[in-house]
């Protein structure tokens, strides 16, 4: 019987994904480092630093900044990226979103949410959807990023609900095996080649419907 739901924000909630890539591309360049959208689907759902880190081993520049210079990296990163989701508005929301998160709260469904994003509380407010979740997980507090299945073992947790009593949702492969390795029952939004280890798919957030995936999760 699954009592809850748990999100991924980047991605699936929203098209900030579309922003962080932006962001990295723009750092990427001016550290002359190539980097396209084929690669960037591995950044997805990773963490901040571990993002840049997987773009200084592309240009093989692994050991050439000091931590404090990545730091200053990865803050200018984020700077570039606030810019960018200033505008964000309940608009931002993916297509079938806000009907999935509605159908959810009729349902009586508990929803948390589980990204790597230390901007995500705002992003959630700019959405106009920070009330509807019950509880979010600190992504500052985790030993291990996506694919180690803590964050959504924590949301769980944080919603006082087995695994198996969950739906997590993500657009990452590294996302969609930490939920696996959690014991949720995982749904992924993408390409099915992206997505082949989802235990339900979809193309787009549009065909997120509630009871196709309850009737798949309750299978
Ligand atoms: P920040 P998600 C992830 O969010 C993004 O997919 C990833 O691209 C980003 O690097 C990460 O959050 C950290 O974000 O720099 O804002 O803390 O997909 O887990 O919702
Ligand atoms: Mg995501």
Known sequence: MIKGFIFDLDGVLTDTAEYHYQAWKRMADKLT?????????????????????????LGNQTDRYSV?????????????????????????????????????KAAGIRLALASASKNGPVIMEKLGIADLFETVVDPAGLKNGKPDPEIFIKGAEQLQLKPKECVGVEDAQAGIEAINAAGIFSVGVGTKEMMEKADYAVANTNELKLMDILKKANS
């Open 68 to 104: 404090e210079e990545k730091e200053r990296l990865a803050d200018e990163k984020n700077e570039d990226y606030k810019k960018l989701i200033l505008d964000v508005t309940p608009a931002d929301l993916l297509p079938g979103i806000a009907e999935l998160l509605a159908d959810l």
């Open 33 to 57: 480092i190539p980097l396209d959208r084929e690669m960037n689907e591995q950044l997805k759902g990773i963490s901040r630093m571990d993002s840049l880190d997987r773009i200084l081993a």
